[in-house]
């Protein structure tokens, strides 16, 4: 197999915790509220299922119990930054090292087991295409993830939810003049987030790599929040930086396989590098992050 | 909508003035609702909660040998958390003091390394010294970023935190491997020279306590007294107002990183010239994550993180006791840590709210 070939079978699997956890931290943000707890979400995730798969609770009852707890979680954040106005930076970081402990704590006894991962479920025909083929064979929740990324773009290109959403995260004083409710609306995104950030931890504890092991979640978090910046907001924009974080995360493997002589510490730098690089690239244009960006971004709401 | 809602649940009015009395109260109140909480969470995992209250919360404080310890700890945490604090007040978000840590560790190290043989007392003065400027330039990439590409610098740092500790690794598992140390990850034990006074006799307590001390009283004069602090917090506050007055955001962004950067390789050189004696893998704890949390616990100001400071260290060694004598997963430090500062953050909204459980009259909406 080559590189090329490696890459593009990997890379949607590889993509997919962070598009989930991207996705999540979209809708949070669109609706003006930065949770920067993401990394410790998907940690909390990540054990959750994969205790319920090591019982043999099976990957469904995993995803759900681990969208719940995250959820529950990111509620606890959302009452702290919308109840009570707290700084959202502050919150969110005492959120991620929350979530890193208690996943850490929970996971003890479990570490360094593994599980049963999923079936790819190919498309016939397509998946038997030389070099491009990989790219049609994936676990059901790759499948499940494009749809729902499309649903998240055409809940923000054309319902009026998706509209709601912006204004309340772009002018709230407007939109609460109109008679929305700023908090709930705001709870209710951040909630999401927090879920999607489960299932993201879910994905990669239980399917990506079958195994728990504290720390396994490695900053995909973070990246999944710079990946919203790199998206300008915009799910399709996220849904492609996605990918390419996938095939970075892959070019470790593919570059080891291929017997090139690279250190192994260097290989495991390049998300955090590629993430660097293209944070300052995207990040130069200005009116480029202002055209898309939130308004009122991490700042508190008040009447 | 609003209205209804209003009329169920009590709502925050903002003061007229913040209450003097909330902010003295608000840290103990906070801390002992996060000591109930996390001995909830102890009974519910089957632990005995008399037995981790006082390995916790007693042990460290009840003999001076283990007191000792937590002042070992405290140093590193003091350092950075005062660096940290003054980029936090200018609403610089600096949260990569783990990799800066980690640089100026790796900064002050490389003088015993490459030079086994030398002696004198320029050594650890020297590889303080070092240490210093490999933080600040490790912050200076994210200032860099921030400045001229506008990047966010709570990524930037945090993701530089993640190629440190790659960088760690390369040098002890390479270059840096001590040749007869059987394989471990870790770098020759440095010469006598080459490591920090203790200051007091019996203990591992070092002259880093006195440089935190130092940088405490240099922040707060920095902070309460001086033009360029002021700029800087009416900066953090008012922007715009900031940058009519001509202080430039640049200017306040570089400042603030290159401080909290030098602060924590300070604290990372004296780590391994002091405790450790070598460079390790494991050559922080988290400090510079838990140093986010002590800052934030002091209010930001100078003062009240000296205590929050000691606070922190104080659970440090609290949870090393529990590990062994309450069979206490060390993770719950890390629960401990975040839950005591979200805990704290709805404490402090009272300084600036008070709690009305009648219905405000909602403002008309025409």
């Known amino acids: ?109 479990y570490e360094s087991l593994t599980v049963t991962t999923l079936p790819k479920i190919a498309i016939p025909g397509l998946s038997q295409i030389p070099v491009v083929g990989g790219l049609f064979s994936q676990d059901i929740v790759v499948w499940i993830s494009l749809v729902v990324t499309i649903g998240i773009w055409a809940t923000f290109a054309y319902s009026k939810v998706g509209l709601i959403l912006r204004a309340v995260g772009e002018n709230p004083k407007a939109a609460h003049a109109i008679g929305y409710p700023i908090v709930s609306i705001r709870f209710a995104a951040v909630t999401f987030g927090g879920m999607m950030a ?106 | ?114 030079m086994p043989q030398a002696t004198g007392q320029w050594m650890w003065p020297a590889m303080l010294l070092l240490g210093t400027l490999g933080g600040a330039l490790w912050a200076s990439l994210t200032a860099f970023w921030r400045v001229r590409l506008n990047a966010n610098e709570i990524l930037v740092s945090l993701m530089l935190s993640f190629v440190a500790a790659q960088l760690l690794n390369y040098l002890l598992l390479g270059p840096w491997k001590d040749p007869g140390g059987f394989n471990f990850p870790q770098s020759v034990m440095f010469q006598y020279d080459a490591m920090v006074p203790i200051l007091f006799e019996g203990t591992r307590v070092n002259v880093s306590l006195i440089l935190a001390a130092g940088l405490s009283i240099a922040a707060w004069i920095f902070m309460q007294k001086s033009f360029a602090g002021y700029k800087l917090q009416v900066g953090g506050l008012a922007p715009r107002a900031a940058s009519y007055a001509g202080f430039k ?70 949870g090393d006791n529990a590990m062994v004598s309450a069979n206490l997963p060390i993770a719950a430090v890390r629960v401990f840590q975040g839950s005591l500062l979200l805990i704290y953050l709805i404490a402090v909204a009272f300084v600036r709210y008070r709690i009305v459980w009648r219905p405000t009259p909602a403002r008309s909406a025409s």
């Open chain 1, 1 to 109: 197999m080559s590189a090329v070939e490696f890459i593009l079978a990997g890379m949607m699997a590889a993509a997919t915790p962070f598009l989930l956890a991207a996705l999540g931290e979209l809708v949070a943000e669109r609706a003006g509220v930065l949770n920067l707890g993401v990394e410790g979400l998907m940690a909390v995730g990540a054990v959750i299922a994969f205790i319920v798969v090591y019982h043999g609770g099976g990957h469904l009852l995993a995803f759900l119990a681990a969208g719940l707890g995250s959820a529950l979680l990111s509620m606890f954040f959302a009452g702290i930054t919308l109840g009570f106005n707290a700084n959202q930076v502050a919150a969110g970081l005492a959120l991620g090292i929350l979530g890193q402990g208690l996943s850490a704590l929970f996971g003890k006894s």
């Open chain 1, 198 to 303: 489960g299932f993201a931890g879910a994905y990669a504890s239980t399917i990506y790599t079958p195994l728990w092991a504290d720390g396994m979640i490695a900053g995909r978090g973070w990246i999944a929040i710079a990946l919203v910046v790199f998206g300008t907001w915009l799910t399709s924009r996220i849904f492609l930086g996605a990918c390419l974080f996938g095939a970075v995360s892959l070019m470790g493997l593919a570059a080891q396989a291929s017997g090139l002589a690279v250190s192994s510490q260097l290989l495991a730098c390049l998300p955090y590098l590629v993430t660097i690089i293209v944070l300052g690239i995207i990040s130069v244009d200005r009116r480029l992050l202002k055209l898309n960006g939130v308004a009122s971004l991490g700042e508190p709401f008040e009447r």
């Open chain 2, 1 to 114: 909508m609003s209205r209804s809602f209003s009329t169920i649940l009590p709502s925050l009015v903002r003061r007229d003035r913040a209450s003097f009395a909330a902010k003295l109260l608000a840290p103990p109140i906070a801390l002992i609702v996060t000591i109930a909480l996390n001995l909830g969470l102890y009974v519910a995992m089957g632990r005995d909660p008399m037995g981790v209250i006082y390995a916790m919360l007693i042990e460290p404080f009840v003999s001076w040998a283990s007191f000792s310890e937590v002042l070992l700890k405290t140093g590193p945490l003091l350092l950075i958390a005062q660096g940290l604090a003054i980029g936090f007040r200018a609403k610089v978000f600096n949260i990569g003091a783990e990799g800066q840590f980690i640089l100026g560790a790796i900064f002050a190290s490389a003088i015993p390394i490459w």
């Open chain 2, 249 to 318: 955001e640049s200017w306040a962004i570089w400042l603030s990183l290159i401080i909290g950067g030098a602060a924590a390789g300070l604290a990372g050189a004296a780590e391994v010239a002091g405790p450790l004696g070598q460079l390790q893998r494991s050559i922080s704890t988290g400090y510079g994550y838990a140093a986010i949390i002590v800052a934030y616990l002091g209010g930001l100001n100078p003062i009240g993180i000296v205590i929050s400071a000691i606070i922190i260290a104080a659970l440090y060694i609290g």
